[in-house]
Antibody, heavy 122, light 107 residues
Framework: QLQLHESGPGLVKPSETLSLTCTVS?????????WGWIRQPPGKGLEWIGS???????YYNASLKSRVTLSVDTSNNQFSLKLNSVTAADTAVYYC???????????????WGQGTLVTVSS | DIQMTQSPSSLSASVGDRVTISCRAS??????LAWYQQKPGKVPKVLIY???TLQSGVPSRFSGSGSGTDFTLTISSLQSEDVATYYC?????????FGGGTKVQIK
């Protein structure tokens, strides 16, 4: 059963870059799926950040696009998120998830990683 | 961009009640809509995709309907384990926007 696991620093200083990696296990990242990032500030709702295909094709949330970089490492079955110039507003649980091709029946997000809390504070 | 609006933002109902949650898209998205359940402190999980297809393993008391701009998630008989926040999400094309969520509690 496909599993995703987020890893990275739990504390990032303001103005610095948040970097997270999602490792995919029990399955290949080079399949016909997109790999996405979602975040959830404490006590708030879900916000989609962006998604990447193994070929490098990407979708971004326009509100974050100027600060986000997504990348994929097929040799290690991983994909990564970089969010620069962070502020306290970027404090959230960050999830990675797989989703199908947009505009197809199975385009929903499943499965999800367990999430990792990233706090932005000096 | 298409906005996803859920209502109500919260509700309280008794065990056994029929519960209905609405999700409205600001433009048509065909049936490319999913519903997720997030229990307190847990990871969201997909309940329904394609607006009305039940994910494997999800109890049959959950159902989804709608197409275009108006969608509904129904719990036919609310159980205590259904206490959670429910989110809709569009996936016809990017951006893959979530609704604001509906918090369901037991009265």
């Amino acid at each position: 059963q496909l599993q995703l696991h987020e890893s990275g620093p739990g504390l990032v200083k303001p103005s610095e870059t948040l970097s997270l990696t999602c490792t995919v296990s029990s399955g290949s990242i080079t399949t016909s799926y997109y790999w996405g990032w979602i975040r959830q500030p404490p006590g708030k709702g879900l916000e989609w950040i962006g998604s990447i295909y193994y070929s490098g094709s990407t979708y971004y949330n326009a509100s974050l696009k100027s600060r986000v970089t997504l990348s994929v490492d097929t040799s290690n079955n991983q994909f990564s998120l970089k969010l620069n110039s962070v502020t306290a507003a970027d404090t959230a649980v960050y999830y990675c998830a797989r989703h199908g091709i947009p505009g197809t029946t199975f385009g929903c997000f499943d499965p999800w990683g367990q999430g990792t809390l990233v706090t932005v504070s000096s | 961009d298409i906005q996803m609006t859920q209502s109500p933002s919260s509700l309280s109902a008794s065990v056994g009640d029929r519960v209905t949650i609405s999700c409205r898209a600001s433009q048509g998205i065909s049936n490319y809509l999913a519903w997720y359940q997030q229990k307190p402190g847990k990871v969201p999980k997909v309940l329904i995709y394609g607006a009305s297809t039940l994910q494997s393993g999800v109890p049959s008391r959950f159902s989804g309907s709608g197409s275009g701009t108006d969608f509904t998630l129904t719990i036919s008989s609310l159980q205590s384990e259904d206490v959670a926040t429910y989110y809709c999400q569009k996936y016809n094309s990017g951006p893959f926007t979530f609704g604001g969520g509906t918090k369901v509690q037991i009265k």
